[in-house]
């Protein structure tokens, strides 16, 4: 995989860098703004690197409309409410973000949000956001990524749903309106997604076709897909995040929750720990193994001027004696001196021809 980097406030985003890992508030705020604090403090406590919220309100994501159209159909988990309904429970009041960004800052950590219209861009420049989120929906609504594109700031983008020549499409619109940076992100938008319909090796290509960081937002239950996504090059991950899944909400059944957040973590780290660089220098452990390699012992007791047969002369462990490479060379040579069971045989011990 291409090693890209991209600057993110204070944090360098790439392979060389440590991943990038995004917990997402969505709606699991609850229209509760002490709730909303206390779910960003909880994301501290289990590792994130980084809030990221949603910019908008129902008014200006979709009509006040109930034609069949605006009702959720389809076997998700919202079937049978109109999408205003949806967005006006799920939406973050604009007024709370500058002060979750505050609380998200003196913690240490990155804010920022998908917005989701032009207004909402222009809003979040007044917070001077680090980045903007381009959601796995908006990819095919050029204007709006004409409109982020304008700030110059970095770019995270979803692919979820996306065919590949939407893809090409919004990043030749990014990339021929001078945008910043670009980290794209696989992504499967299924709430939760199945793990088989992952197709994490798309990463892979869409390293080498876009020429970009890539990473994973990721929906599946649990933690082995982000992890895996990770070994395979990974550098930015992206999770749902709520205190309980417990919790009344749209989007808190398929959230991870802190402790499940805090493992993911700790998992990520110790898989960059094991990816390491390229190297076939032995470690220091690996070189005190060496050790207990198989060398050429004294299998029975020899007489000086007897022959080493494959009876009398075996390649075992441990790693005293010569080399096992020389062990068709010698069979068949002479004993210079009277050999004992078990004695690591060395180059003295050959007669001479």
């Known amino acids: 995989m291409i090693d890209k980097s991209i600057q993110i406030g204070a944090r360098r985003i790439g392979q060389a860098s440590p991943c990038y890992i995004i917990a997402e508030l969505s709606a699991n705020h609850g229209n509760d703004f002490d709730l909303a604090a206390q779910t960003i403090q909880a994301m501290k406590e289990a590792g994130a690197d980084a809030v990221k919220v949603q910019t908008y309100t129902a ?10 159209p605006f009702v959720v159909h389809g076997g998700t988990l919202w079937d049978g409410r109109t999408l205003y309904e949806l967005y006006k429970e799920a939406s973050l009041p604009w007024e709370w973000q500058p002060k979750l960004q505050k609380i998200a800052q003196d913690l240490g950590m990155d804010f920022f949000s998908s917005p989701f219209d032009s207004t909402a861009v222009d809003f979040l420049e007044t917070l ?43 990043m030749t619109t990014l990339r021929e ?33 876009f020429d ?41 059944s398929f959230s991870m929750e802190p402790q499940e957040f805090r493992e993911m973590v700790a998992a990520i780290r110790i898989v960059e720990q094991a990816l390491g660089k390229v190297s076939y220098e032995p ?68 007669a001479q021809d």
Request: glycine fraction near 6%; hydrophobic fraction near 45%; charged fraction near 20%.
């Open 128 to 170: 001077n956001v680090p980045i903007h989120k381009v959601a796995s929906f908006e990819l095919v609504d050029i204007p709006l990524l004409l409109k982020i594109a304008s700030t110059r700031k970095p770019i995270i983008m979803s692919i979820g749903m996306a065919a590949l020549e939407e893809v090409e499409e919004a």
């Open 177 to 209: 309106a001078n945008s910043g940076p670009i980290v794209m992100l696989k992504c499967t938008s299924a709430y939760p997604a199945d793990p088989a319909e992952m197709n994490l090796r798309t990463m892979l290509d869409m390293a080498q076709r």
């Open 283 to 350: 470690s220091p452990k690996d070189l005190k193994m060496r050790a207990f390699r198989r060398s050429l012992f004294i299998a029975a007791d020899i007489l000086a001027g007897e022959t080493f047969t494959e009876k009398n002369l075996r390649c075992v462990r441990p790693a005293n004696g010569l080399h096992s490479r020389h062990l068709h060379e010698l069979i068949g040579k002479k004993a210079a001196t009277n050999l004992k069971f078990g004695t690591p045989l060395q180059w003295e011990h050959v």
């Open 59 to 68: 008014e200006t994501i979709t009509l006040n409309c109930d034609r069949d």
């Open 212 to 252: 970009v960081p890539v990473g994973l937002s990721d929906h599946t239950m649990g933690y082995t897909v982000p992890v895996a996504a990770v070994a395979l090059g990974a550098c930015v991950i992206e999770k749902h995040f709520v205190l309980s899944r417990s919790q009344p909400g749209p989007d808190s």
